[in-house]
């Protein structure tokens, strides 16, 4: 582990040591989705035995985590027209035509989801190099926005529950770190291996820990998560993506002194990698554990809005 009271230092060298900036180019926009390719994406599907889908969707609504940290609020689902106008025909169609309406108003990171290229910066700079106010301005991403990934986050995904593996009662306590070595012996005792252009999920138990015990500090506060030293894991594996049921990803508290989320400031913005949270893990991982077969097809597509830096997803799992 690097030193406590230096995150700088830390985050400078890895930056520098796992960047993957110009790999793909000076024009890139998917980052790290690039190791999806064509032959990935049928290897993904040639998984696909049993024909049962799971949802690793956490539910939209206002009875969410998030408690207004940086105007992240639950979403607010509105009814537009109802039964009730076309029992009582108010709402002007001809031969007893009637129909309901909705809208909803959330931030896009308030739920399931993906954070997108735009969202960490390191020092000013965004992903492969660019300056961060060429990037990200009042008007969106106007670079990597999310729009860019609706298409091509579909392939192979793995399952490593950690939380089954190495906790008690398949949860992870708050404050755990998951080290390369944890990843490695979970991904042992399921039999399975982790490479290039695989979408992997990260199972810590938090997400079930808060269903049974309430929300809590979910949105922020302590949670198990990534160490800082999975730089070089998340590098060297050449994934496409990775996603955990916490709120953050990393750790928290993280491991250095005066330090917020430094994981991200690397992985985001030097390594292009994609990055799931608040992830529902659990019934594919109980069917998982019950099977023994740890990969699957993951379609996981963010909505394509337009210079947006995440986006709400409801991944679907098929084996």
């Known amino acids: 582990m690097p030193d406590r009271t230096d995150p700088e230092g830390a985050i400078a060298e890895a930056a520098a040591k796992y960047s993957n900036w110009g790999r793909w180019g000076d024009d890139d926009v998917l980052g790290t989705v690039n190791f999806i390719d064509e032959a990935g994406r049928r290897a993904g599907a040639a998984l696909v035995r049993q024909g049962v889908s799971f949802s690793l969707s956490q539910s939209f609504d206002a009875d969410g985590p998030q408690k207004g940290w940086r105007r992240r609020t639950n979403p607010v689902h509105t009814m537009t027209d109802t039964g009730m106008e076309a029992v009582h025909g108010d709402q002007g169609f001809p031969h007893g035509f009637g129909g309901a309406d909705d809208v909803i108003a959330m931030p896009l990171q308030c739920s399931t989801q993906w954070d997108g290229l735009g969202h960490i910066f390191d020092h000013g700079r965004a992903w492969n190099g660019r300056p961060a106010d060429k990037v990200v301005t009042s008007e ?22 950690v939380g089954r593996v190495l906790g008690d009662d398949g949860e992870l306590p708050d404050g755990f770190a998951i080290t390369e070595e944890h990843l ?19 199972r810590t138990g ?4 808060a269903r049974s015990d309430g929300w809590g500090d979910y949105a922020g506060g302590p949670a198990p998560g990534l160490s800082f030293t999975t730089a070089g ?34 992985v985001i913005p030097h390594l292009g990698l994609l990055i799931g949270e608040m992830w529902d893990l659990d019934a594919l991982a109980a069917h998982c554990a019950a099977d023994g077969v740890h990969e699957f097809l993951l379609v ?16 679907i799992a098929i084996k």
């Not at 996981?300 to 991944?315: E, F, Q, R, W, Y």
């Open 184 to 202: 490695t012996a979970t991904a042992e005792a399921h039999g399975v291996t982790v490479g290039r252009g695989d979408i992997v999920c990260v």
């Open 233 to 266: 894991w998340l590098h060297r594996t050449e994934i496409a993506a990775i996603a955990t049921d916490t709120w953050g990803f990393e750790v928290r508290p993280n491991e250095f002194e005066h330090a917020f989320q430094p994981l991200h400031q690397v």
């Open 300 to 315: 996981a597509a963010p909505l394509p809005v337009t210079g947006a830096v995440g986006s709400p997803v409801n991944p």
């Open 206 to 209: 938090q997400l079930a820990r």
């Open 140 to 161: 969106g991403d106007r670079v990597t926005g999310i729009e860019h990934l609706a298409a091509p986050v579909a392939g192979r995904g793995v399952l490593l529950d």
